[in-house]
């Protein structure tokens, strides 16, 4: 009798669990994707159309980042990732040729050119601005239209340093300068698939002058003052505590 393997069942950005958000364990068919070289955990997509079993429910991802720990939210975002690329690089992008999978290594490689397509992620910036011993720029993104203040970030631009993305994402979007850019952590963001790249920066000079089609407003808070922000398990919720502990602590 074959080993079931646990599985990450997922529909685009909606994962199969049960009531306990519980993986299901499942046969192993030849087109799942193994999370790892050979162990027993798998990735696959559910087909649009096809019936969920009796007892489990699709959930989108994000919601399960409060509720999983770190190691498993980061082991789901490795599997709805792989599927991503798998999904998306059926057909070579030299010739045009549909593509076959790699038996050993993730890649999707071409029958008649040989070009090997490999999973890419994304790199983000994202950064905790401080302005003196309790100051912190919080901003609301345009698109958003709850409450909630978070941090500024964007994508890292093609020829750019991650502290040049640091500088620019910031004049960009509320038009002041940095000083003291120092590297934090970092996360993977499956959606659809970023790293988030995490700094901390000092304010050094310039007034807030938003770029409003990404920024409805930016100000400093207190740290004994802040507004909603982001969720826990986010890297952004996870920098912020961060600085407010050290804050109370010095």
């Not at 364990?25 to 087109?31: D, F, N, R, T």
């Not at 999983?68 to 975002?77: E, I, K, V």
């Not at 029958?111 to 309790?134: A, K, L």
Request: proline fraction near 6%.
């Amino acid at each position: 009798m074959s080993k079931r393997s646990l599985a990450y069942i997922f529909q685009h950005q909606k994962l199969l669990v049960d009531e306990n958000f519980q993986l299901p364990k499942v046969e192993k068919l030849a087109s799942d994707l193994p999370i790892h070289p050979n162990d027993h955990v798998i990735a696959r997509d559910l087909l649009e159309g096809e019936i969920i079993p009796d007892g489990f429910q699709l959930v989108p991802i994000r919601d399960l980042i409060q509720t999983w720990s770190t190691p498993d939210f980061l082991q789901a975002s490795r599997a709805v990732q792989l599927l991503e690329w798998r999904r998306n690089h059926k057909f070579c992008s030299h010739c045009g040729q549909r593509t076959e999978i790699h038996d050993k290594e993730y890649a999707m490689i071409c029958p008649d050119c040989g070009y090997h397509q490999y999973p890419r992620v994304q790199p983000c910036i994202i950064t905790i601005i401080t302005r003196g011993s309790n100051e912190v720029l919080l901003a609301k993104s345009a698109h958003n239209k709850s409450n909630m203040y978070g941090l500024i970030a964007g994508f890292v631009e093609v020829g750019e340093t991650l502290e040049e993305a640091v500088q620019r994402e910031t004049m960009e979007e509320v038009g002041l300068k940095l000083k003291n850019i120092r590297y934090m952590s970092s996360q993977p963001w499956p959606f659809p698939s970023n790293l988030m790249i995490a700094f901390h920066a000092e304010y050094e000079s310039g007034d807030i002058q938003l770029q409003l089609e990404e920024i409805s407003d930016a100000q400093f808070f207190r740290f004994d003052q802040l507004p909603q922000i982001p969720f826990k398990g986010s890297i952004a919720h996870s920098m912020i505590m961060q600085m407010t502990e050290k804050r109370k602590a010095s």
